[in-house]
């Protein structure tokens, strides 16, 4: 019981020491975009993206040494919650019913019919024939009516089934994932490059003063012989001007700069 105390307020503390340091140095430091993080610090997850979201609690994690167990927990039962009021049942079963229903009501009259006819013939020979069948007649002409209106309602049932199912495609086709746009790297002046996949730790490296694109879906390490770059992706533009050795991470589509102590640690504890 005095651990799982201990746990939770830990998890409290770590979620008030981000409040107090603020979101401007936290984006200074992580390169989480401020509303990101804003977001995050006053939980108002409506702006959020789920996946996108439980990267930056991670890296707060990890760059603050925190627990936000709490704050993830928060999250996900947010993202359950919100995309659980999207999803519908089947509306099949009730059209199926509906069809059982209408063959048991057309036997139900053919069953009728057949009675009808059989009076009908028995009353031959003591009615005259023309009081009879137009008796027979009104009778049929009453049961197609009857048929006809009940067919008419299931059309209708049925077509309002199908709207609201292509109105659930529309719905999880808004709902697929959004891609990220290119990461751009754009050197100010020739500069050396060199760059590791994270997936596979494959290298490549170049020395170019021209314009060059990354895959934003992968995680990626990048190392620069000087600082004078600038990095976009979208919107958001990141510049550097320092003259020195540049090394960034990009993973779960955030770019940050790290240390070289950092940066030889997430390449598998070589330099290059």
């Given at each position: 019981?005095?651990?799982?105390?201990?746990d939770?307020?830990?998890?409290?503390?770590?979620?008030?020491?981000?409040?107090?340091?603020?979101?401007?140095?936290?984006?200074?430091?992580?390169?989480?975009?401020?509303?990101?993080?804003?977001?995050?610090?006053?939980?108002?997850?409506?702006?959020?993206?789920?996946?996108?979201?439980?990267?930056?609690?991670?890296?707060?994690e990890?760059?603050?040494?925190?627990?936000?167990?709490?704050?993830?927990?928060?999250?996900?039962?947010?993202?359950?919650?919100?995309?659980?009021?999207k999803?519908?049942?089947?509306?099949l079963?009730?059209?199926?019913?509906?069809?059982?229903?209408?063959w048991?009501?057309i036997?139900?009259?053919?069953?009728?019919?057949?009675?009808?006819?059989?009076?009908?013939?028995?009353?031959?020979?003591?009615?005259p024939?023309?009081?009879?069948?137009?008796?027979?007649?009104?009778?049929?002409?009453?049961?197609?009516?009857?048929?006809?209106?009940?067919e008419?309602?299931?059309?209708?049932?049925?077509?309002?089934?199908?709207?609201?199912?292509?109105?659930?495609?529309?719905?999880?086709?808004?709902?697929?994932?959004?891609?990220?746009?290119?990461?751009?790297?754009?050197?100010?002046?020739?500069?050396?490059i060199?760059?590791?996949?994270?997936?596979?730790?494959e290298?490549?490296?170049?020395?170019?003063?021209?314009?060059?694109?990354?895959d934003?879906?992968?995680?990626?390490?990048?190392?620069?012989?000087?600082?004078?770059?600038?990095?976009?992706?979208?919107?958001?533009?990141?510049?550097?001007?320092?003259?020195?050795?540049?090394?960034l991470?990009?993973?779960?589509?955030?770019?940050?700069?790290?240390?070289?102590?950092?940066?030889?640690?997430?390449?598998?504890?070589?330099?290059?």
């Amino acid at each position: 019981m005095e651990n799982e105390i201990s746990d939770e307020v830990k998890a409290s503390l770590g979620f008030e020491t981000l409040k107090k340091i603020g979101s401007q140095k936290i984006y200074e430091k992580t390169h989480i975009s401020k509303a990101a993080i804003e977001a995050l610090l006053h939980k108002s997850f409506n702006s959020l993206d789920r996946i996108q979201s439980q990267g930056f609690i991670s890296i707060l994690e990890r760059d603050y040494d925190v627990d936000l167990t709490h704050l993830k927990s928060e999250l996900k039962d947010f993202f359950d919650e919100r995309d659980g009021v999207k999803t519908s049942g089947t509306l099949l079963i009730p059209k199926e019913r509906k069809k059982s229903k209408l063959w048991i009501f057309i036997l139900f009259f053919a069953v009728l019919l057949a009675a009808g006819f059989y009076f009908y013939t028995q009353k031959m020979s003591q009615e005259p024939s023309k009081k009879v069948i137009t008796f027979n007649e009104k009778k049929i002409l009453k049961v197609q009516e009857h048929i006809e209106t009940y067919e008419a309602k299931l059309q209708d049932e049925i077509n309002e089934t199908v709207e609201i199912v292509e109105q659930n495609r529309t719905i999880s086709t808004l709902l697929d994932p959004i891609m990220l746009p290119p990461l751009k790297i754009t050197p100010k002046k020739k500069v050396w490059i060199g760059i590791i996949s994270l997936e596979d730790h494959e290298k490549d490296q170049k020395t170019t003063q021209t314009a060059f694109e990354l895959d934003p879906e992968k995680n990626w390490l990048m190392v620069f012989g000087h600082g004078l770059i600038v990095i976009s992706q979208g919107d958001e533009v990141f510049e550097f001007e320092s003259r020195k050795q540049l090394r960034l991470a990009y993973e779960e589509g955030i770019l940050r700069e790290v240390s070289k102590a950092e940066f030889i640690a997430l390449n598998e504890g070589r330099n290059w």
